[in-house]
């Protein structure tokens, strides 16, 4: 329980035995600590929070050949050093994944405002079972990692249809 950093540095790991399929790390603001929010440096602080993600990723990668994905931050609407530090870390994740290969980010934030922000989170869930999604939520993360999950599993399937006879369009070739 919360202790995905220390996997992922630990080569013995119960994370590295054998080869998974995929590993998803998804981290919330939230659980990085107060450090995270420290508004007397909020740059410094999400700038070592950056470092720290991009050392994990480091380490995976050394240890595993698996895709990682990664699930960005959620940017709080309201100003301050925790959006800031947000935005800043988002940033960095997104260079890790053009980067690093076989590393994938999902959008987390894209996806929290192309399906409401206001009905996103449920704070009765995150008291009573630690999950800050509201119900409703869930499906809609699901199908966004099934997105990066399905054409790394192998399942996509690409097709070419055209058009040579003058069906759709006007010419024969």
Same mark, same amino acid.
């Given at each position: 329980?919360n202790?995905y950093?220390? $996997?992922?540095?630990? *080569?013995?790991?119960?994370?590295?035995?054998?080869?998974? $399929?995929?590993v998803?790390?998804?981290v919330l603001?939230?659980?990085?600590?107060?450090?995270?929010?420290?508004?007397? &440096? =909020?740059?410094?602080?999400a700038?070592?929070?950056? &470092?720290?993600?991009?050392? /994990?990723?480091?380490a995976?990668? #050394?240890?595993?050949?698996s895709?990682?994905?990664?699930q960005?931050?959620?940017?709080p &609407?309201?100003?301050?050093?925790?959006r800031?530090?947000?935005?800043?870390?988002?940033?960095?994740l997104?260079?890790?994944?053009?980067?690093? *290969? &076989?590393?994938?980010?999902? $959008?987390?934030?894209?996806l929290?405002?192309r399906?409401g922000?206001?009905?996103?989170?449920?704070e009765?869930?995150?008291?009573t079972?630690?999950?800050?999604?509201a119900?409703?939520?869930?499906?809609?993360?699901a199908?966004?990692?099934?997105r990066?999950?399905? =054409?790394? #599993?192998?399942?996509?399937?690409k097709?070419?249809v055209?058009d040579?006879?003058?069906? /759709?369009?006007?010419?024969?070739?």
């Amino acid at each position: 329980f919360n202790t995905y950093a220390q $996997d992922m540095l630990d *080569p013995t790991s119960e994370l590295y035995r054998g080869q998974s $399929d995929g590993v998803l790390l998804a981290v919330l603001a939230r659980d990085l600590g107060p450090a995270f929010t420290d508004a007397r &440096a =909020p740059v410094e602080t999400a700038a070592a929070t950056a &470092a720290t993600l991009g050392d /994990l990723v480091a380490a995976f990668r #050394a240890h595993s050949r698996s895709p990682l994905l990664i699930q960005g931050l959620e940017v709080p &609407a309201a100003g301050g050093a925790e959006r800031s530090g947000a935005v800043l870390v988002n940033a960095r994740l997104a260079e890790l994944s053009r980067a690093v *290969p &076989a590393v994938h980010l999902l $959008d987390y934030q894209a996806l929290i405002e192309r399906h409401g922000v206001d009905g996103w989170n449920d704070e009765r869930n995150w008291t009573t079972s630690r999950m800050p999604l509201a119900n409703a939520s869930l499906i809609h993360l699901a199908q966004a990692w099934l997105r990066f999950v399905v =054409p790394i #599993a192998g399942h996509s399937c690409k097709a070419l249809v055209t058009d040579l006879d003058n069906t /759709l369009w006007g010419g024969v070739i």
